[in-house]
């Protein structure tokens, strides 16, 4: 797409090996900042600029987001699946 001149946006899980490590970078250094909440989604977010995979030609905006609405909610999950597991 890119060699024809075509701008583009794919989501990738965070769970991807390639976007991983630039989560890890990131963690914890926008999740809790006022200025990177974005009140209409809920969640916090930040944008870095930089290779997206070894090779890459291109520094590429890579935009992370953080709901910890949805951590909480995946937190409780996996609480409740302990309780089950012991019982």
Not at 60 to 70: L, M, T
């Amino acid at each position: 797409m890119e060699q024809n001149g075509y701008s583009f946006l794919i989501m990738v899980k965070g769970m991807k090996e390639f976007i991983s490590d630039i989560i890890l970078e990131n963690h914890g250094k926008f999740e809790n900042s006022r200025v990177k909440y974005n009140d209409r989604y809920d969640v916090y977010g930040t944008t870095v600029k930089q290779y997206l995979y070894e090779g890459d030609q291109k520094k590429r905006h890579i935009h992370i987001y953080y709901s910890d609405g949805r951590a909480y909610g995946e937190k409780q999950e996996i609480k409740q699946k302990i309780r089950r597991l012991k019982e």
